[in-house]
């Protein structure tokens, strides 16, 4: 091996040592058993360069590890093994893409949500025999007046002075 050939390897060793590997190895099977970006893809396709299912699918792991700004997304993903694992350079990653993706799924979160939800299910066999339902309530301070989901009602928080928004959650035993 030549000097240029030895030191090329060392800076490509030292280039994939320096990448984070963090939770990765863990979510990011999850978030393909669960075919987030299949179905994403499904609901909002696009003639993106990167699809909008795997842009989902990124984000969701940058919330989970370590939430940034969207204008900084690229910057962590490139300090992360996700470009070698799904082949796409972090520079595509940037923050237009990432605001177009979600301009987009925004009409079909609903859908979206359902359809991961009933995928979590039957994936991993979950018994919805048993599921608490809770609702709580989260109040604001301030006029809020172009709101249409916040609003004066029974306040959990025994704030009836409040305008609020109630919760709601499914949690299964």
Known sequence: MSFSQAAQFEQHVNNQ???????????F?????LRV???VNCHSSG????SHGTTVSILTLNRLMAPKPLYKVKEWMAETVLE????????QMHDTRIGRTLDDVHPDLD???????????LEYDIDLRFIHYDITSVYFEGEYTKSEK???????DHRPDAKQINLGVNVHQ
């Open 17 to 27: 040592l320096s990448k984070s590997l963090g939770a990765i190895p863990v979510l």
């Open 84 to 91: 070698d694992a799904l082949g796409i350079s972090a520079e």
């Open 111 to 121: 859908a979206i949500w359902q359809d991961i939800a009933v995928q979590a299910v």
């Open 150 to 156: 916040i609003d004066y009602g029974y306040s959990r």
């Open 37 to 39: 970006d299949q179905i």
């Open 29 to 33: 099977p999850i978030l393909r058993r």
């Open 47 to 50: 003639e993106e360069e990167v």
